[in-house]
């Protein structure tokens, strides 16, 4: 007789938050040299593409900085700004199953800050560089700048960080 099999109905099935999926299975929509300038120069790379216009890439201190002279985060059709930064949002001009790149900022930066010309909204972290504002404010043509800290990524299944653990625990949420 052969070994009993589990049988799975939808009630075993769960859904997970993009930054959750991102910290459990990185392999699945990172590469494996994924560095914080790969991500910088992916974003810029993504307003180019989505503008057709120039963007620029930058680093001051710890801060990577992607801005364009035109919100690419407009094409989003998502009103709520801290929405495209958390969840998976298709991005067809980078490929048939890209997304948006700046969820992965959410998942693994500490700080990550947006400007829409002037206005700063902080989406993580509590890290409010002036140094970084008065950045911003000398470049008036900018529209749209995302900023973040620098960060490493691991690629490796299941090397989630004491703080990705205590996020999920807190969540109710268990490793697979």
């Known amino acids: 007789m052969g070994a009993s099999r589990k049988v799975y109905t939808d009630k075993d099935l769960r859904t997970l938050d993009m930054i959750t999926a991102l910290w459990i299975r990185p392999q699945m929509y990172l590469s494996p040299v994924m560095d914080s300038g790969g991500i910088a120069a992916r974003l810029a790379e993504e307003a180019f593409r989505l503008t057709k216009k120039q963007a620029h890439l930058d680093k001051l201190d710890n801060w990577f900085i992607v801005a364009a002279n035109e919100d690419?985060?407009?094409?989003?059709?998502?009103a709520d700004i801290q929405q495209v930064f958390r969840t998976h949002i298709h991005l067809a001009e980078?490929?048939?199953?890209?997304?948006?790149?700046e969820v992965i900022l959410t998942a693994y930066a500490e700080n990550v800050v947006t400007f829409l010309d002037t206005k700063m909204t902080v989406i993580k972290g509590e890290k409010e560089s002036q140094l970084l504002a008065k950045f911003i404010e000398s470049k008036p043509d900018w529209k749209r700048v995302v900023a973040f800290s620098d960060f490493s990524i691991s690629i490796r299944p299941g090397s989630l960080t004491t703080e990705q653990l205590q996020f999920l625990k807190d969540a109710g949420k268990t490793r697979p």
Not at 72 to 78: G, I
Not at 94 to 101: A, I, L, N, P, T
């Open 94 to 101: 980078m490929g048939s199953f890209d997304m948006y790149g």
């Open 72 to 78: 690419w985060l407009s094409y989003t059709n998502t």
